[in-house]
T-cell receptor, first 114, second 112 residues
Framework: DTGVSQNPRHKITKRGQNVTFRCDPISEHNRLYWYRQTLGQGPEFLTYFQNEAQLEKSRLLSDRFSAERPKGSFSTLEIQRTEQGDSAMYLC????????????FGPGTRLTVT | QKEVEQDPGPLSVPEGAIVSLNCTYSNSAFQYFMWYRQYSRKGPELLMYTYSSGNKEDGRFTAQVDKSSKYISLFIRDSQPSDSATYLCALESGAGSYQLTFGKGTKLSVIP
């Protein structure tokens, strides 16, 4: 068990470009979460998957954002037409079974939009 | 009023001191209370979780919850320079919504 992994760790993109991040949860963890963290703030919830089903979305997840978890394994988060306000750390977490409060985070992907 | 309030600090203490970190919350629906540690430019690391009022101890760390006052604390005994990090409280209602609601985090420095 190597923990939650995220790729890439850093991404610099120009405004208007699309970006995609990948998250590999801890094996056998059926629940997967995406959060966004800006400087000086705690993580803010974006969306949640139970297996392959996306069950919860935050109002922060505008229509430029889309997330998938095909086959209930890894997940991708895509941001279309990036804006400077999208610059943040994007964190993925996973949990097992009913212990939804016990979420384990990955190292994050730091996005910079220039 | 934000759902979870946490003093961002910074908090600076000498090595060996007892550290007290606190959060208050407004929504009585929160049932699960977690503390995370986050080193600079890293992901949050789960330290402890609890779901009832009272104390829970794990090594040098003690989590305390007072649901009647909507107040949670983390105590660190015999603080070490390696404890220098940002500490985040996180709460979950457990009522069909599995998102964690975080405080802003308190930045702690333990000075040798």
């Amino acid at each position: 068990d190597t923990g939650v992994s995220q790729n890439p760790r850093h991404k610099i993109t120009k405004r208007g470009q699309n970006v995609t991040f990948r998250c590999d949860p801890i094996s056998e963890h059926n629940r997967l979460y995406w959060y966004r963290q800006t400087l000086g703030q705690g993580p803010e919830f974006l969306t949640y998957f139970q297996n392959e089903a996306q069950l919860e979305k935050s109002r922060l997840l505008s229509d430029r954002f889309s997330a998938e978890r095909p086959k209930g394994s890894f997940s991708t988060l895509e941001i279309q037409r990036t804006e400077q306000g999208d610059s943040a750390m994007y964190l993925c977490a996973s949990s097992f079974g009913t212990a939804t409060y016990e979420q384990y985070f990955g190292p994050g992907t730091r996005l910079t939009v220039t | 009023q934000k759902e979870v309030e946490q003093d961002p600090g910074p908090l600076s203490v000498p090595e060996g001191a007892i550290v007290s970190l606190n959060c208050t919350y407004s929504n009585s629906a929160f049932q699960y209370f977690m503390w995370y540690r986050q080193y600079s430019r890293k992901g949050p690391e789960l330290l402890m979780y609890t779901y009832s009022s009272g104390n829970k101890e794990d090594g040098r760390f003690t989590a305390q919850v007072d649901k009647s006052s909507k107040y949670i604390s983390l105590f660190i005994r015999d603080s070490q320079p390696s404890d220098s990090a940002t500490y985040l409280c996180a709460l979950e209602s457990g009522a069909g919504s599995y998102q964690l609601t975080f405080g802003k985090g308190t930045k702690l420095s333990v000075i040798p």
